[in-house]
Every structure is written in structure tokens, then in C-alpha cells.
């Protein structure tokens, strides 16, 4: 009688989450493959970005959204402010050595209708992540260059996903 029970309950709440609009984020029925929010992010024109990082940036960003080619006549533009950049010494030993530090990224997105100059979407976003200090400075600098891609990537992911959740759910 409980096992049964439990087999009514589990089965009520997959009903549920099925009846509540839940769609997945990732998978075959995702928004990130629907054709309506792919077709948005090829109509996307995104600004240029000071310093090296924000060109990092810029590149990775265009690798994800134009895969039939640059917008010929985009109807957005993805304004993002300059990556502000911090590192913080973790880890450090007895001698007043870091031997660990954490990178952090934080930046500001805003999606603008081209035709109106309405602000569609405002958000901040922020990538953390750490690399090692070694002995050798060559090592540190490869190690810290490594970790800034990575989190630029990151950044680069988020603002997809962000733009995806925004035009998944417009009407």
C-alpha cells in the first residue's frame, strides 16, 4: 500500500512539472536549439569592447551566434561594458608567498532595439576562477592567461544564455 502511494505521488509530480510550462534549458527540446531564438541571435550586431579581453570577448561571442554569417541588417545591438579585472593572492605560505590566486571578471550587458533605442535587456554578469603561481614567471603568466580564456568564456556563455532565456520567452 505505501510502495503504491509513493508511485502516485512520483507520478503526480512528474504531472505537474510537465503542466507548469517547465521546459528544459539544455537537451533536444532546449531553448538554446530553438530556431526562433537562434534566428534572433543571427539578428544581433555586437558592439565592439575595449582592451584585449573585451576582443576575446567580442571573438568568442561571434563564434556563438553567427553561424550563417555577420547580421547584414541586425535589429539588436549587445552593448558590453570593458571586462573589469580583479586577481586576489590566495594560499599565501609563511614567507609571504601566493602560491594561489583568484581571477575575477565582471561586466555589464544591455541588449538595445535598434529601431527604438530601447533598453530589451540589462544584466551583469560576473566569472570567477583561479590559476597557480608558480616559480617560474613564463609558467605563471601561460597559468593566469589560461584561466582569464576560460573565464571569458564563461562570460561569453552566460551572455548567450541570457539572450536565449530573453528571446525563448518572448512573445
Known amino acids: 500500500m505505501l510502495l503504491l502511494a509513493r508511485y502516485f505521488a512520483f507520478a503526480g509530480v512528474l504531472f505537474v512539472l510537465s503542466a507548469c510550462g517547465f521546459s528544459p534549458m539544455y537537451g533536444s527540446h532546449s531553448a538554446m536549439e530553438s530556431a526562433a531564438v537562434s534566428g534572433q541571435m543571427d539578428r544581433i550586431y555586437i558592439d565592439n569592447i575595449k582592451d584585449r579581453s573585451g576582443q576575446f570577448l567580442r571573438n568568442a561571442l561571434i563564434d556563438r551566434f ?32 601566493a602560491t594561489r590566486a583568484q581571477l575575477r571578471l565582471d561586466t555589464e550587458m544591455t541588449l538595445v532595439d535598434k529601431t527604438t533605442g530601447e533598453t530589451l535587456l540589462k544584466r551583469e554578469l560576473m566569472a570567477m576562477t583561479s590559476f597557480n603561481i608558480l616559480e617560474g614567471r613564463f609558467t605563471t603568466r601561460v597559468s593566469e592567461r589560461n584561466a582569464r580564456e576560460n573565464a571569458l568564456n564563461d562570460l561569453a556563455r552566460q551572455i548567450e544564455l541570457q539572450l536565449a532565456l530573453y528571446f525563448d520567452r518572448r512573445p
Do not use: F, N, Q
Open 66 to 97: 553567427y553561424k550563417s554569417g555577420r547580421p547584414a541588417d541586425p535589429l539588436y545591438t549587445l552593448e558590453i561594458k570593458p571586462v573589469e579585472e580583479r586577481i586576489t593572492d590566495l594560499d599565501i605560505t609563511k614567507t609571504s608567498d
